[in-house]
């Protein structure tokens, strides 16, 4: 079983830069691709970002793409998203995630998510 725990959200001002870090416990995520996904309230759950299993591919959404950059540390077993130039229509709850794919992770590849946290853009 793998318990994965997001933190590094908070209430940042438009233009600002925040990083999330997903840290995984129980065991190795490594051979797992990992996700980024946010839920805005009212929304349904979106996708956001990817990394492939060796950190070599990258997929992020339209919406993200030049502001928002995912990587991942296997030593560490953690995954981070770099979000940068941060927009109000950013502010969301976002969800870590763990997913067997070779591709970008959809939410039916998922097999555990984190408990998600939140990220407000004021404007």
């Known amino acids: 079983q793998v318990q994965l725990v997001e933190s590094g959200g908070g209430l940042v001002q438009a233009g600002d830069s925040l990083r999330l870090s997903c840290a995984a416990s129980g065991r190795s995520v490594s051979s797992y691709a990992m996700g980024w996904f946010r839920q805005a309230p009212g929304k349904e759950r979106d996708f956001v970002a990817s990394?492939?299993?060796?950190?070599?591919?990258?997929y992020s959404a339209d919406s993200v793409k030049g502001r928002f950059s995912i990587s991942r540390d296997n030593a560490k077993n953690t995954v981070y998203l770099q979000m940068s130039s941060l927009k109000p229509e950013d502010t969301a709850v976002y969800y870590c995630?763990?997913?067997?794919?070779?591709?970008?992770?959809?939410?039916?590849?998922?097999?555990?998510w984190g408990k998600g946290t939140l990220v407000t853009v004021s404007s």
């Open positions: 990394i492939s299993t060796g950190g070599v591919t990258t």
């Open positions: 995630a763990a997913g067997r794919t070779s591709r970008q992770i959809q939410m039916y590849d998922v097999v555990y």
